[in-house]
């Protein structure tokens, strides 16, 4: 293969608009370099990202589980299911450029916190917000001196000033890496304080996917469930999941 064709089908992989799949157009990826930050190679050809800038990885074994990503490709290279490659070039091309964004996005977030907004009815349910809300309000406290106000009800509450400032003063402290991973799982439940002690290791994954779907369970526990939402549930704990493993690989 020569190195326009082998350009041009880089190329193709990069565009996130159309179906990231393609006839698999290498042999064996390789890490390369003795420090970090690493880079992954395509039959010797470093990789880069999709704005072409360079792969580079901070730590081995995020770059050797990067590399057996593509190595487990088998006729067809599917970028949809590279969920390392994906966060990876995230962090670079999305994160990295525009870091000041990123941290805006998950303090707005943080603004109207799930976490913030209790039922006031039932009994069970408000039992329930409070076992496996309260503690993540109190390490936001105790660790980053966060004070965030709760309300009952879905009515929105503004946030002190300066407690978004200090929010954005902590997570302006973290790298692409660590806010790559806290804005997905910020998207993923609905709460940047969860997405955060998460990252921090203040709660488990276990505890923070559950405490993300307090309300869902109290309902499911009421009314029921169906296939369809329990194979979106399924889907999006195995993206939660990728998320916290890219950054415990990051480390």
């Not at 009800?153 to 302006?172: F, K, N, R």
Request: proline fraction near 3%; charge should be negative.
């Amino acid at each position: 293969m020569d190195v326009d064709e082998a350009d041009r089908i880089q190329n193709k992989l990069r565009d996130e608009r159309k179906p990231q799949q393609l006839k698999k157009f290498y042999k064996k990826a390789t890490v390369k370099g003795k420090k970090a930050p690493f880079c992954i190679a395509l039959d010797g050809r470093v990789m880069k990202t999709p704005l072409k800038a360079s792969l580079e990885i901070p730590s081995k074994a995020l770059a050797r589980a990067i590399a057996d990503e593509w190595n487990a490709q088998g006729e067809f290279v599917d970028l949809n299911n590279m969920f390392l490659t994906k966060y990876a070039n995230t962090a670079i091309d999305r994160v990295e450029t525009r870091k000041e964004n990123i941290v805006d996005e998950i303090v707005a977030f943080a603004s109207s916190d799930l976490v913030c907004y209790r039922a006031d009815t039932p009994q069970g349910l408000v039992d329930k917000q409070a076992q496996s809300w309260d503690p993540v309000l109190k390490w936001a406290h105790e660790h980053h001196g966060l004070n965030f106000i709760c309300v009952a009800g879905i009515i929105y509450a503004s946030q002190p000033d300066a407690t978004l400032v200090a929010a954005h003063g902590v997570l302006s402290a973290l790298d692409a890496y660590s806010l790559t991973a806290i804005h997905n799982l910020t998207t993923l439940t609905g709460s940047a304080l969860l997405a955060m002690a998460v990252i921090d290791g203040a709660i488990t994954a276990d505890e923070g996917w559950n405490a993300a779907h307090v309300d869902e369970d109290w309902n499911i526990a009421q009314w029921g469930t169906d296939d369809d939402a329990i194979e979106r549930r399924k889907l999006r704990r195995g993206e939660f999941d990728g998320i916290i493993e890219f950054y415990r690989l990051s480390r």
